[in-house]
């Protein structure tokens, strides 16, 4: 029987991404995302996935996600928590409703999305066994200016996912989260300036941005039966940026 995976903010990046390396391994994808045309403009990249607009940080449209998921594939063997949103600023400037926006989509929606999850996952328990995989960030793990909320959220998606490890073992479902470094994304390069790039190539030891399919490669391991014995792990996918303190530009070879 082929297995099914439910990747959340899939509509493009990373997410989308993780989508297209499930769909060329054979499994039945579904997707979720929020914006709508771009959804759809995602669609011809996905042929056969299953493709539901809606809003993860909503507990009164998560249920339906899923009622989708095995109305079209009977069941779900592994879920992708990919949506994100991003909102960088001061402290100062960081208003109670930007911060709110954050952590409805960043945390919420992780915990929602697991939380609903549940039964579908469970029915694994004696056949192989599911996986939960959560994306967080290299600024969950280490702290860096104009990042309050985005940066606390992810800190708090990576305790969260020991915390499903912990709980969800003995229903052998495995929760791993995964935390990017810089990945060369079109909106990255839109607002990245050169000065930005040529900071992170000194700090990032392979001297590169990563690309979204290395992030797709660690997410589908983690959900593969190759991982099966691996749970509450945090993989960071960031080049060696957060084992590495910050170059020096003088040093740029």
């Known amino acids: 029987m082929k297995r099914t995976v439910l990747v959340t903010g899939a509509a493009r990046g990373i997410g989308l991404a993780a989508a297209k390396r499930f769909m060329k391994e054979g499994w039945n994808v579904a997707v ?63 208003s109670f409703e930007r ?13 929602l999305m697991s939380q609903a999850a549940m039964p579908l996952l469970k029915r694994h328990t004696e056949t192989g066994g599911a996986a939960i995989v ?4 290299i600024s969950g793990l280490r702290a860096s200016t104009l990042r309050v909320a985005y940066g ?3 800190a708090g998606v990576i305790q969260l996912t020991l915390q499903q490890a912990a709980e969800l ?12 470094g810089p990945v060369r994304t079109k909106l990255a390069m839109a607002v990245h300036t050169q000065d930005i790039i040529n900071a992170y190539h000194d700090a990032i030891p392979l001297n590169r941005y ?23 792990q945090l993989l960071s996918v960031d080049g060696g940026f957060e084992g590495t303190g910050i170059g020096l530009p003088a040093l740029r070879k």
């Open 32 to 94: 979720v995302d929020i914006d709508g045309p771009q959804l759809q403009e995602a669609q011809a990249e996905l042929p056969g996935a299953l493709l539901i607009e809606g809003d993860v940080s909503k507990p009164d449209q998560v249920p339906g996600f899923y009622k989708g998921v095995e109305k079209a594939f009977g069941g779900l063997n592994a879920l992708v928590n990919n949506a994100g949103v991003a909102d960088f600023g001061p402290i100062e400037e960081t």
């Open 99 to 111: 911060w709110r926006r954050v952590m409805e989509t960043n945390l919420d929606g992780v915990f």
């Open 134 to 137: 959560n994306i967080a960030s």
């Open 152 to 154: 606390t959220s992810k």
């Open 169 to 180: 073992g003995e229903h052998n479902i495995r929760c791993n989260v995964i935390a990017p």
């Open 210 to 232: 990563g690309s979204e399919e290395e992030i797709a490669n660690a997410i589908f391991f983690l959900c593969s039966q190759e991982a099966s014995y691996i749970t509450g």
